[in-house]
């Protein structure tokens, strides 16, 4: 058994680093200069992957999660966060906390969107009722990856069949100029659909006007081919 140390995890990802899918990853996740996750590294392992070590690691203690939260490689942060998200499904409420407060205290390291949407539901929707001020602070901040995080975050609320607070944040957002948040406000958005048609066409008929296309598009695809035409050429 691999001692549970962050250089552990780190020796199991470089067994499997391939530096040909690195680059491709690098691409896609727009790593270059002046895009949104520019100097983020990859070293080309699978999802999949990553979750076998995350997995192997469970136990791994907060001081050396932090040390993976603080690479420079993507792998290492997103192995990270998903031992995070495993410990808090297995903490009981004290410890469930402590990972909540560790998450917010180490948010320099969930610096991509798929960061964001692995980790966000869990270890900042399930605590939004105790902790609300923490939202308030996300939706307004200057950093892309903290506003994207409020938004993934009401997740947690729509898994309980609540939509209230995904239609709340979504208002506040529609007016962000960046493409991750109109995606993830969109997604949300018909994510909140799937529990109430109803609700999500009445936001689209009162928002419309404010709605960037990106954001409608994602919202509708629950729809009929027809509505969906229909609310691309007008409110309904």
């Known amino acids: 058994m691999a001692r549970l140390t962050a250089a552990a995890v780190k020796r199991e990802v470089g067994a499997l680093k391939e530096p040909e899918r690195a680059l491709f990853l690098e691409r896609f996740f727009r790593t270059g200069a002046g895009e949104y996750a520019e100097g983020d590294r990859m070293l080309g392992l699978s999802v999949p992957d990553q979750r076998v070590i995350a997995k192997a690691f469970r136990g791994l203690p907060l001081d050396e999660v932090r040390r993976l939260l603080g690479s420079e490689f993507h792998e290492h942060r997103l ?110 958005l018909r994510e909140a659909g799937k529990r109430s048609q109803e609700d999500l066409l009445e936001f689209l008929r009162k928002q419309y006007a404010r709605l960037p296309r990106t954001t409608l598009r994602y919202a509708i695809e629950r729809l009929d081919a027809l509505d969906r035409r229909q609310w691309l050429l007008g409110p309904q």
């Open 79 to 188: 192995i990270a966060l998903l031992i995070l998200v495993d410990q808090h499904k297995r903490a009981d409420d004290a410890g469930r906390r402590v990972l909540h407060r560790f998450y917010l205290e180490n948010l320099a390291g969930v610096n991509n969107w798929d960061l964001v949407d692995t980790s966000a539901a869990e270890l900042v929707g399930e605590h939004l009722e105790e902790d609300p001020a923490v939202l308030a602070g996300l939706v307004d901040s200057p950093v892309l990856w903290h506003r994207r995080i409020a938004m993934v975050s009401t997740f947690a609320e729509l898994r309980k069949g609540r939509t209230a607070l995904t239609f709340r944040v979504a208002e506040r957002l529609l007016g962000d100029q960046h493409d991750l948040i109109h995606k993830a406000t969109g997604w949300l």
